[in-house]
């Protein structure tokens, strides 16, 4: 019989809950090792951009006549973006500045291209929307950003400017999207946002939604007030009309004083505003207006919004008001009507029909018309921006835009790793860690495919048989297998839950719900609504293994939207499970968290439940709890009580089963008292050594949760929705810029065990794998960052400068078991060349040369690409086996010993140790033949330069053997080609020679050996 234990742990929390200590300033030994918070320490890490690079969320465009080929976009949680070919290349232009991922309006000045203005904060308030943080300027056409304040505004829905001004603008913020605050409402700069002036403001819960000019006379404004919030379960739209707050507004001197345009709406209730304006008819306005049907839809006016009629209640206008909502007229033709929901409307007689338009991806949300060509727009949705030339006939690709919002990461025991997730607005989605064996068509941007359930996730591969995915698609379980590429669908419940209030339901799913597969047995996957629910045959069937383990507080058990629109997807379904994780070291020790708060273990796999909430105030979504590696009875917990208007950060950590917790985040301890908190996992091989994923980046903390130090490194501003720590690598989803991944955290365990960081130190290197190809970036530039990246291939050397630098320069070489030197390296710039060029399939760019070592202070890695030097250039690939790493400094030599491993994939194809040592030794053969075949060809070219006469021709028959004869295309390949080509042959791929091989190598050697005597003979006759 199962049993269910509240803990008395909330009577005595304020003497259960304890601040770990600050890390100290120095080592005990007066500095030997540095202060765990100086972020030097990893200043040489990096992370890599894995994709996918199809396009999330975008809910903000804009453009300007003078560029018309040039177009801006502002992702809901991947930042702003630009670009000056069309659309077919898409750069991110404010990572460095902006404080948030999420915008929510973008616009040019008229009167200058150059000047640009963002706000943050979209206005599509779904249950993942992030938060705004103010205003943002550029005044050279996005190259350089600064803040302009609005910092408190929460998300900004709209942006106008002067037409004759680029100092002058309007912004429309909505304020806080979670609660009350008084930072609301239409504000209006005079001085380029140096200040700003809150110029209408009804209450502090309700905000500007839009705001539109008159396009001939700026002093007329247009403002839509909604008051628009979001709580866990539901979703708030709309008031009484008669309150005079929420709806639209009219000012006719630039804001300085406004009037309540009431429509007289017959069921009194008004919600969220959108406005159209055309220069083609300054007077006529468009407004999108939510209230009850038949009364909602599109309304006009024709007398600059002092009055108002309704021309269509096409319903699918009005679509998901609270997320959609948009109205856009074209420039030149009045009658002329596009409106943005799932489906794409357009009207060409002044709204009063409508055809359905294609756009790349549903769920519409914004548009940007060139004045001077209506023919050219940009255009938004769930998937992202896209531009036609041709009135919406054709668009641009989506696929180049590395904006996905993923709510996970699950990672496969394939080589090389994928990454699973699903991807909001689209599917489930799986991508390589690094280059798989098979080719994309697309290139690199092409190695993803979608993997069972829907755009919720998880999905979540079985260990052992990654070809099978168990996935999730709102609260529906699926079995996925790639060999059939069929999904069994196994529900809990078979209910259809939407449009259900979830008081009702006997299982209550979220659209995002648990999938954990046991770390002891695969073939057990338990999953979660209220209760955790148990498979052992891949989902045929379904135990319950637990009673409802959330607060279930009955009012708020309800059919979500209100007061005027429904909209309950199960998005808000609440007290639902939101995690499940089973100890990696205990079996049957299961914890679950509980949208609404609660915390629960179980130590008999389920027989007896405790209580064992954290102390917190109540509603915390419970993001992640993760089961220490180290301990069973320590777990870390991350919550989250963004949706409740609380950005605090919560950490916790438990040594007893949750008996007593330990808060890790003071607020003054790292990570900043107004940054929630994600996720939190410890590294497997390092007890005590944290990883946390905020609202703004990763941090990380080495004195287990002590004090906590900045790792985004070169990673953008977006939320990381999870983390994964395996084998030593650092795997990330985000919430708006796709997967990112940090290779070999080494240096972060070494930095934990403390190293003496006033000399120069060389790190111990991290074993690695001889891979060919596909190694590094694609590319180099700026479109190099949006694409996705390869591990390089090689092995990763990491070592320290102290401050001051390596005055007396470096030195690293790469040993041998027999104690030869293969490779080295110096101190310096190095000689690296970026070259460019055309091949017969497309353009190329590759680096050339070699990399130094940098002597600058701090962490710095480089790789060995595991060739080995020989006289002449690039020799083979090293071999598997045990290498010493060398440093030399002024200090001293310092030394450690790493295993270059076997690819795997090339043991499974049957390749062994002898069959490479085979091909190490013919290709030295075969390179030492080819120096002495360069030799041979400098001593007959000096023949040919000295002889005369009949030597001369002598010398010159040898020359022709020698070298291809320049005749344009296709010369017959001579000896020196033929030696090039069995190089390039032998040495392609990881196997073992072929007889002709041999063979080949031969000939030619008797070839040559022929030609050096004949060459003998004529330098001593020219002697």
Not at 151 to 177: K, M, N, R, S, Y
Not at 653 to 681: E, H
Not at 744 to 754: A, E, F, R, V
């Amino acid at each position: 019989m199962r049993s269910i234990v509240r803990s008395a742990l909330f009577a005595g929390a304020a003497l259960l809950i304890t601040s770990l200590p600050a890390a100290p300033a120095a080592a005990q030994d007066g500095g030997a090792a540095m202060a765990s918070n100086d972020p030097a320490l990893w200043s040489g890490l990096s992370y890599r951009m894995l994709g996918p690079t199809r396009g999330g969320r975008v809910t903000a465009v804009a453009g300007h006549r003078a560029h018309p080929g040039t177009f801006y976009m502002g992702a809901t949680g991947g930042g702003v973006w630009k670009t000056d070919d069309w659309g077919v290349t898409w750069l991110p232009i404010a990572d460095d500045v902006l404080t948030t991922g999420s915008i929510g309006a973008i616009r040019v000045a008229p009167s200058n291209q150059s000047v640009v203005y963002v706000g943050t904060g979209s206005d599509g308030i779904r249950s993942n929307v992030i938060e705004g943080r103010g205003m943002f300027r550029s005044d050279d056409g996005g190259n350089s950003w600064r803040a302009i304040g609005l910092e408190a505004t929460g998300q900004i829905g709209a942006v106008e400017i002067h037409p004759q001004d680029p100092d002058v603008a309007w912004a429309a913020a909505l304020g806080d999207p979670f609660g009350r605050n008084p930072e609301r409402g239409v504000f209006k700069t005079t001085n380029g946002g140096q200040s700003w002036d809150r110029v209408l403001f009804t209450s502090d819960s309700v905000g500007a939604i839009d705001v539109e000019l008159h396009p001939t006379n700026p002093d007329i404004v247009y403002a839509g007030m909604w008051r628009g919030e979001r709580k866990p379960w539901t979703i708030i739209s709309g008031m009484q009309e008669s309150a005079q707050e929420d709806g639209i507004w009219r000012s006719e001197d630039g804001g300085a004083t406004w009037s309540y345009v009431e429509l007289g709406l017959p069921s009194g209730l008004i919600g969220k505003i959108d406005f159209g304006v055309t220069p083609a008819d300054p007077d006529r306005v468009y407004a999108l207006v939510e209230t009850n049907e038949p009364d909602e839809g599109l309304y006009r006016s024709d007398d600059a919004g002092l009055t108002w009629r309704l021309v269509s209640n096409h319903q699918p206008l009005m679509d998901r008001p609270f997320y959609y909502t948009n109205v856009d007229v074209d420039p030149q033709d009045p009658d002329v009507v596009y409106v943005s929901a799932t489906q794409f409307w357009k009207s060409t007689d002044g709204g009063e029909n409508w055809q359905r338009r294609s756009t790349p991806h549903g769920d519409n949300h914004d548009l940007w018309i060139n004045p001077d060509d209506p023919t050219i727009m940009v255009q938004s949705n769930d998937g992202g921006a896209n531009v036609t030339r041709d009135g919406g006939e054709t668009w641009s690709t989506q696929n180049n835009q590395p904006t996905a919002e993923l709510y996970s990461v699950d990672v496969d025991d394939q080589f090389p790793r994928w990454l699973y997730s699903g991807q909001q607005d689209n599917t489930t989605i799986r991508v390589p860690s690094d280059a798989p064996a098979e080719s994309s068509l697309a290139g690199p941007e092409g190695y993803w495919e979608e993997a069972g359930g829907c755009e919720t996730g998880p999905a979540v591969p079985k260990p052992g048989q990654p070809h099978i995915i168990y996935s999730n698609c709102k609260g529906r379980f699926g079995r996925y297998s790639e060999l059939t590429g069929q999904e069994k669908q196994y529900y809990v419940g078979a209910a259809n839950m939407y449009g259900t209030n979830p008081a009702e339901l006997e299982y209550r799913f979220q659209r995002v719900v648990p999938i954990e597969v046991s770390p002891h047995n695969p073939d057990v996957v338990y999953h979660g609504s209220q209760y955790v629910h148990r498979t052992r045959d891949e989902g045929v069937t379904w135990e319950t293994i637990s009673p409802d383990l959330t607060a279930f507080s009955p009012e708020r058990q309800m059919v979500s939207g209100g007061p005027i629109t429904r909209d309950a997807t199960g998005e808000e379904h609440y007290s639902t499970l939101y995690t499940i994780e089973e100890s990696p070291l205990q079996e049957g020790v299961i914890w679950t968290g509980a949208n609404d708060g609660p915390v629960y273990v179980t130590r008999d796999g389920g027989a007896n439940w405790t209580d064992v909430s954290p102390p917190m105030p109540s509603d915390a979504r419970i993001n992640i709890i993760d089961p220490s590696p180290h301990d069973p009875a320590t777990a870390y917990v991350a919550a989250f009580r963004i949706l409740m208007g609380d950005d605090a950060p919560y950490l916790f950590k438990t040594d007893d089963f949750g008996a007593t917790w330990t808060r890790l985040t003071s607020g003054d301890n790292g990570i900043p008292a107004d940054v929630p908190v994600r996720v939190v996992r410890e590294d497997p091989e390092h007890e005590g050594l944290l990883y946390a994923g905020t609202e703004i980046g990763i941090y990380v903390s080495l004195d287990d949760g002590g004090s906590w130090m900045s790792l985004r490194q070169n990673m953008p501003v977006t939320p990381i929705t999870d983390l994964k720590v395996v084998d030593g690598d650092l795997y990330v989803s985000t919430m708006g810029r796709s997967f990112w991944m940090m290779d070999n955290l080494t240096p972060l365990h070494q930095m934990k065990d403390g190293l003496d960081l006033r000399t120069v130190q060389l790190l111990q290197p991290r074993d690695a794998y001889r891979e060919r190809g596909g190694g590094g970036s694609f590319g180099f530039g700026p479109t190099a960052a949006v694409r996705p990246q390869n591990r390089p291939n090689g092995m990763m050397i990491d070592y320290w400068v102290p401050e001051g630098g390596a005055t007396g320069g470096l030195t690293l070489e790469i040993v041998d078991a027999t104690g030869n030197v293969v490779q080295s390296y110096e101190g310096g710039g190095g000689n690296l060349r970026t070259e460019e060029g055309q091949e017969m399939r497309a353009p190329f760019q590759r680096q050339t040369g070699r990399a130094g070592l940098s002597t600058e202070p701090g962490l710095h890695r480089m790789v060995w690409d595991m060739s080995v030097a020989i006289d002449g250039g690039r020799g083979p690939m090293a071999l598997p086996g045990t290498y010493e790493v060398r440093l030399t400094s002024d200090a001293g030599t310092q030394a450690h010993s790493a295993e270059l491993l076997m690819d795997p994939r090339v043991a499974a194809d049957g390749v062994t140790m002898a069959d490479l040592r085979e091909q190490y030794d013919l290709i030295l053969e075969v390179n030492a033949t080819v120096q002495r075949a360069t030799d041979v060809a400098r001593r007959v070219n000096a023949g040919v330069d000295k002889a005369t006469g009949e030597a001369l021709t002598a010398f010159e028959a040898l020359q022709d053997r020698m070298q291809d004869e320049e005749v344009g295309s296709y010369p017959k390949p001579m000896l020196m080609n033929q030696l090039r080509y069995l190089s390039g042959m032998i040495g392609r791929a990881d196997q073992k020679p072929g007889r002709d091989a041999y063979l080949r190598h031969e000939q030619l050697l008797v070839e040559l050996a022929e030609i050096e005597e004949e060459l003998e003979r004529l330098e001593r006759l020219i002697a």
